[in-house]
């Protein structure tokens, strides 16, 4: 059964697992018809949301810029209504020195390959005349450069630059575009950078709860959401300090 071409569609990229597998729930509960993309699209292989059948599921690297347009476009048949982008890559600089190869591989993932989706969705969305994107940033993006930052934190920066960039670009012609800058959520993933338990984490959120705040902002057509308030009312306070040689480090939150 092929989902009707009078359903609102969203294309969330990166949405095989964590925030993105998520939303992608919530979003096919409300009656969207969804598409999801990854690199390895068979981690959904067998489970629930995979037999949907308002779902689509995609391979991409977020990376290849021609693959990207494409997926676009074939997602906006007959038009795309909401664009997500949660595909990120982090690497803990703390335990391993970061590499030639990995440093490559973030800078695709986290900017070029956002730039990729905001493009392709721009050009998507001022033909069909609406529309909304919106990406996954950090905590860590909000927290200003200092002496030994990490390449992570800079490249979650560039996705609230970009996002600001493509937002007042597109306003005018009813495009709207949403930067969502997240603390800690209890993610699988998470979980998996701390040894299979994120509890410890300051002001952690649960995924029910960061999905909440992230589909209102959208509905809201937010320019930036940032939750939970305790996290950046601490980022705020650091930001104010003196530049020191080190400051904490945030994992990422949803990825």
């Not at 969207?32 to 292989?45: F, S």
């Not at 721009?122 to 950090?138: E, N, V």
């Not at 705040?213 to 937010?222: H, N």
Request: hydrophobic fraction near 45%; glycine fraction near 8%.
């Amino acid at each position: 059964m092929s989902p009707s071409k009078s359903m609102k569609r969203a294309l969330i990229i990166g949405g095989t697992r964590g925030m993105g597998r998520a939303l992608a729930e919530h979003y096919l509960a409300q009656g969207m018809a969804v598409t999801v993309c990854g690199r390895h699209p068979d981690v959904l292989a067998g489970s629930s949301l995979a037999r949907h059948p308002n779902l689509t599921v995609v391979a991409l690297d977020i990376g290849d810029a021609a693959a990207v347009a494409r997926v676009v476009a074939q997602a906006a048949a007959p038009t795309l209504d909401l664009l997500v982008v949660t595909a990120g890559l982090y690497f803990n600089t703390r335990t391993h020195p970061l590499d030639e190869a990995t440093t490559l591989q973030m800078l695709a993932t986290n900017v070029t390959g956002l730039a990729n989706a905001l493009e392709a969705g721009a050009r998507c969305m001022l033909a069909q005349g609406h529309g909304q994107m919106a990406a996954i940033a950090s905590v860590a993006g909000v927290l200003k450069d200092y002496p030994g930052a990490s390449t992570y934190s800079a490249t979650k920066r560039s996705v609230l630059s970009l996002c600001d960039t493509y937002r007042k670009a597109l306003a005018p012609f009813g495009v709207a575009v949403t930067a969502i800058a997240p603390g800690y959520v209890d993610t699988e993933r998470l979980r998996e950078l701390n040894g299979g338990n994120a509890r410890h984490k300051p002001f952690l959120v649960s995924e029910a709860q960061a999905v909440q705040r992230i589909s209102q902002a959208i509905a809201e057509r937010q320019a930036v959401c940032q939750f939970p308030w305790p996290m950046h009312a601490l980022v705020r306070l650091i930001n104010l300090l003196p530049r020191v040689p080190r400051l904490p480090s945030f994992e990422p939150p949803t990825h």
